[in-house]
C-alpha cells in the first residue's frame, strides 16, 4: 500500500516536471517567435513606406521613394561588400571600409581601458583621488566627443577619429570603476587585512575582483559611444581614406542612397555584434554573481 | 619614539603560558566611551568567551585584538609583541562570513596562502586539509552563494585556520545561523578547537553558547564595557545544556547581565 501511493507519487512528480519542462519548450518558443513576427513586421512598414512613397506626392517631395527597401539595401550591402561595381576610382567595399572603423574603435578602445581602468582605480581608491580628478572629469564629460573633432583634426590629422573613439570610450570607463571601487564592501577589506594582505594585495585581490562587473559595465557602455562617435568623426575627418562614415558621407555625396542605407546596416550589424560578444564575455567572467538572469 | 616603542614591547613580556595579554585597554570613538580600561589574559589553548549586553563593544575588544581598531589607550600584546595592525597571525571568523564572492570555497580558504605567496601545489595540499578539518570536502567548487549559512560560516572557520594563526578571533560567528545549525555549528567548533588545539577567543551574545563553549567566560557590563565578573566553566564537556550545573550557572551570568 505505501509502495503504491510512494510510486503513484513519483509518477505524478514526474508528470508535473514534465508539464514544466514542456511549458518552458513552449515558452522559449514564443519568445522567439516574437522576435521574428516584430522583425518581419519592421522591414514590412519599411518596405511598404518606401514603395508606397512613389505614388504619393507628399512623400515624393520628401525624397522618401529614393530609400531603398530593405531587400533592395541589403543587396546593395552584399554586392558592394568586397568593391565590386563602385563608380567613383577610389572607392574600396563596405567591408574594408568598415574593417578599418572597426580596428579604429578597438585600438582607441584598448587606449582607454589602459588608461582609464588604473585612473578609475586611482580615483575611487586614493584618499585624495575623487579631489584631484574628479572636477576634471565631470566638466570634461558633458562635452560630446563629436565637440572634439576639430581640435582633433588640427592635432592627429587623419588619426582624428581613433581620439574621438578613445573620448568616448575614457569617460563611461573611468567613472564606472571609480564608482565600483568606491562601492567596495569593507568586511571584505577587513577579512583580507586579517588574513594578511597588504595593501598592494588589497588592490589587487579584492578592490578590483570587486569592482570589476562595474568596469565591464563602463567598458560596454564606452564601446557603444566609441562606435557612434567614430561614424561621425570619419564623415568629417577621414573624406578620402577608409573608414564606413567616411564611404557613407561619399556616396551619399554621389547620390548613391542604396549604399548609404547599405553602409548603416552595416554599422548596426557590428555594434550589435559587439554588444553581443562584451555581454557574452561579461557572463564567463562574472559567473559567480547571483543574477536575475541567472 | 623608537625607544617607547621598544619599551612598550618589553613591558609585554610576560607569562610563558599567556599568549594574549590585554591591560588598560580603552577605546573611544570621539566622544563615545566603549571601552573602558579592561584586563585580562589569554592562555595558550584556552576557549574564552565572552559576552555582555549588545552594543557593550564586545566586538571592539575583539577588533582592537585583531588589529581592525586602534585602542585609545592600554596595550595588547600576543607572545610578548605588542599589537600593531591586522595580521595572519590572528585568525579572524566575522558574523557575516565575509567571503570574497568571486572564489569558489576552495580559493576563498587559499586566500591568507596565497598571500604568503605559497606554491600552487602546498596551497591546495593545506586548504583542502582545512576544508576537510569544517567537513566541507565535497564544496571545494561551489561559490559562497551557493552555500547555506551554516556551510558559509565553515568556509570562513577554513579559511582562518589555513593560516595557521596563533589564535582564533570570533565574532558572534553563528549569530545569525537557526537554533538547531547554531548547535551543530558549537559541536564542530568544540571538535575543531580538540583537534587543532587553537587558542579561540570568541564574542558571544547567548549565555547558552557562552557556557556550552568557554573554559572561561567574561561577563561584560553595559557601554562603556568593563569587566564585571570572570566565570570559570568547570562543567565537564561534552555540556549537557539542561543539567542542573549548566542551569546554575546560567541563571548566574543571567543575573549578571
Known sequence: MVSHTQSRGEGKAKDLHMTYEKDAEKEKRFHLLVKIISFLAFLLIWHLLVTGAESSPFLMQYR??????????????????????????????????????????????????????????????????????GTIVEILRPIPPLAWIPIAIMIFRENAPLFIVFLGCFFPI???????????????????????????????????????????????IGLGIGWMSVVAAEMVGVKRGLGIGAF?????????????????????????????SIEFTERKLLKWRRTIGG | ????????????????????????????????????????????????????????????????????EKPSGGRICLEGKTIEGPGPDRGMVFQDPALFPWRNSLKNVEFGLEIKG??????????????????????????????????????????????????????????ALDAQTRNSMQDELLRIWGETKKTVMFVTHSVDEAIYLGDRILVLSARPASIREEIKVQIERPRDRTGEQFNDLRKEVLGLL
Open chain 1, 64 to 133: 522618401i521613394h529614393e530609400i531603398p527597401a530593405p531587400f533592395e539595401a541589403v543587396q546593395a550591402l552584399v554586392g558592394n561588400f568586397l568593391g565590386r561595381g563602385i563608380g567613383s576610382t577610389y572607392e574600396r567595399g563596405i567591408g574594408l571600409n568598415s574593417l578599418m572603423s572597426f580596428i579604429r574603435v578597438l585600438v582607441g578602445f584598448a587606449i582607454a581601458c589602459v588608461l582609464g581602468i588604473p585612473i578609475g582605480l586611482a580615483m575611487g581608491y586614493l584618499k585624495y583621488g575623487v579631489d584631484a580628478g
Open chain 1, 174 to 220: 573611468v567613472l564606472n570603476t571609480t564608482a565600483g571601487v568606491k562601492c567596495v564592501d569593507m568586511k571584505l577589506m577587513e577579512a583580507a587585512k586579517t588574513l594578511g594582505a597588504s595593501s598592494r594585495h588589497l588592490v589587487s585581490k579584492v578592490v578590483m575582483p570587486w569592482a570589476l562587473p562595474s568596469v565591464v559595465t563602463g567598458m560596454r
Open chain 1, 248 to 276: 557613407i558621407w561619399r556616396v551619399y555625396t554621389s547620390g548613391n542612397i542604396d549604399l548609404v542605407v547599405a553602409g548603416m546596416i552595416m554599422i548596426g550589424f557590428i555594434g550589435w555584434l559587439m554588444n553581443f
Open chain 2, 1 to 68: 619614539m623608537f625607544r617607547l616603542k621598544n619599551q612598550k614591547s618589553d613591558d609585554c613580556k610576560g607569562d610563558n603560558e599567556v599568549l594574549l595579554s590585554v591591560k588598560g585597554l580603552r577605546k573611544r570613538f570621539g566622544s563615545l566611551n566603549v571601552i573602558d580600561d579592561i584586563d585580562f589574559d589569554l592562555k595558550l589553548g584556552e576557549l574564552l568567551c565572552i559576552v555582555g549586553p549588545s552594543g557593550c563593544g564586545k566586538t571592539t575588544i575583539l577588533r582592537a585584538i585583531a588589529g581592525l
Open chain 2, 118 to 175: 605559497m606554491g600552487r601545489e602546498e596551497k591546495e595540499r593545506i586548504a583542502r586539509s582545512s576544508m576537510d578539518l569544517v567537513g566541507l570536502e565535497d564544496f571545494s567548487h561551489s561559490y559562497p552563494y551557493q552555500l547555506s549559512g551554516g556551510m558559509q560560516q565553515r568556509v570562513g572557520l577554513a579559511r582562518a585556520l589555513a593560516n595557521d594563526p596563533e589564535m582564533l578571533l570570533m565574532d558572534e560567528p553563528f549569530g
